[in-house]
């Protein structure tokens, strides 16, 4: 979760989060490159006397101008492009997790690949007294997922719109009823991560957090033991 | 009889103002174009910004089509002594040479106007009129913040639940605390 005046992301839970951050710091190198280029021509444009009105066609210039810009959108759409099919490649799973929006909760269905039901749980929002703080963020029951395997996510919604988000994870999935929508997880490391509703599904929209922790293998098989 | 002398002196002004002249410098499609101003009798003397023969005077183009003034005769006769050596030429006269031909002179129109004043000033006011609205609605619309924000039982409580969550262990909160001896790192 975000701390306290935190403005940058925050850190992965997955592998794919890691690739968005490096994408991001790496397209933002570039975008603070061109920036500071446009800043320094744009003052030394404002404070200098003379200008040249009569500067017209200068064909070398616009030349540059155009193919600079072109080449350094090429050198960002590559690994763009790359990190979009890669999040596309639904190989091999060993997990299916079935998440079902309802108004306004979130259960979730794990499943083998062969359909067969591990478990089923329903997470509410706790009551802010109940919270201990974590206000708008704690559930009576959580989902929880192994690390390091993955797990094949279905989206879908039982009534309205609502999306599935957990921005550590660098996951989010609109639940659309009479629509499954896949996402791909692998998380790396054991943590809590928590997420919100991102589709406006009714009053109490706000107030149906989601709760996912990572465990190690046994102690997934030890929780499923348990319910 | 005083209607007909009326229309009779617009249609006479009129004519002053957009006299249709054939343009000396083409039969093209805007050769019955009406562009020569009545510039009266000052001489025409470039080709100006445009090659309109009026009065135009910038930065960008110092050199006016035309004169500013109309020639006097003490004006002809500096004209006549200008043809000769200029060191002859006085400072008055030159000035009154230049007087004569420009409106003003480069410094003049480059001085500054003061023009950033005002508009300092009506940003400014704007701006603080952004303010005050903002203070209004924090006042009167507002709600206050949360207990969980305010109260510090309840942030410490979250604080515990981060730090047992691992939340952002690599670069945030996490990282700052030594699980092995459950504590701040110093």
Known sequence: MMSWGQLGFQDAGSYFMEEFIYFHDFTMMIILGVLSYVVVFLILGLISGWVDSGFVEGQLIEFMWTIFPALILIQIAFPSLLLLYLIEDFSKSFLVCKVIGHQWYWSYEIKTESSELLASVDCYMLPREDAFGMRLLLTDEFLMLPINVPVRILVTSDDVIHSWTLPSLGIKGDAVPGRLNQLNLTLNRKAMFYGQCSEICGANHSFMPIMLMGVYSWEFFAWLDRL | MASKMALSRSFRLWGRALVVQRRSMGTGPLGYFPSRLDIGKREVVGFGLTGEECYVEDVHSPFPAIRFKEDTAEIAMLREKEKGDWKKLTVPERKELY??????????????????????????????????????????????????????????DQIRFMIEGRTNPVQGLASNYDYEKGQWKK
């Open chain 2, 99 to 156: 007087r004569a031909s420009f409106a003003q002179t480069l410094t003049e129109m480059e001085a500054p106007t003061g023009e950033w004043k005002p508009i300092l000033g009506v940003t400014l006011f704007l701006s603080s009129l952004g303010i005050w609205f903002y203070l209004w609605m924090r006042k009167f619309v507002y709600d206050d913040l949360p207990e969980t924000m305010t109260n510090e039982e309840l942030v410490k």
